[in-house]
């Protein structure tokens, strides 16, 4: 019953990470062009209809890094489940670890009392400061369907996604403060 449990909570979670994937990609397969073409052009545009600029949010500048090598991203997760690295080094490297320094240490925890194995055998494109890598996933030795690994792009590398870390937390019934709704 457990062990039930446990898969449908990463089948959920690789079904959401699946689908925020696809909701946040785009179809538009065009030259780049920024010009509107409805109604709501004034307004896609950020003019008002004197001309002037609104608002004044800067716009935020994702990471454009080259994709990894499978072995790196591989090198990457089998620390992150090891415990003789120390934390000070895998919180470098997982997303939202600053939030809460322990996330490293229950991502080992959890990890370890479900028996989560993860290899990385491909690595997709990245897009938009997120890297998709297809995983053969095993929990407690049973295999998941499907599974993949996120990470983000941060400063000048691959992070493993808070996402991922949060669900192999959560599913071993761990809490961190990093794993909260932001």
């Known amino acids: 019953m457990k062990q039930r449990t446990i898969r449908a ?19 538009d397969s065009s030259s780049g062009s920024s010009t509107p073409t409805s ?74 009392a479900q028996n989560v194995k993860v290899e990385i055998t491909g690595v997709q494109e990245p897009t938009d400061g997120k890297l998709k890598a297809d995983a053969k996933v095993t929990i407690n030795g049973e295999p998941v369907q499907n599974a993949f690994v996120e990470f983000v792009a941060e400063g000048d590398q691959w992070k493993v996604s808070h996402q991922f870390t949060c669900n192999v937390v959560k599913s071993a019934k761990l809490d961190s403060a990093a794993c909260q709704a932001k």
Do not use: H, M, Y
């Open 39 to 112: 109604a709501a052009g004034k307004f896609e545009s950020g003019k008002s209809g004197e001309g002037t600029a609104e608002g004044s949010a800067k716009p935020t500048t994702v990471p454009n890094l080259a994709k990894p090598a499978v072995s790196l991203l591989n090198e990457r997760i089998t620390k992150a489940f090891d415990p003789s690295v120390s934390s000070e080094e895998k919180i470098t490297w997982v997303q939202d670890a600053e939030r809460d320094p322990q996330l490293v240490d229950k991502l080992v925890e959890a990890a370890k």
């Open 9 to 27: 909570a990463v089948a959920v979670a690789v079904a959401t990470a699946a689908f925020g994937l696809t909701a946040c990609s785009s179809d």
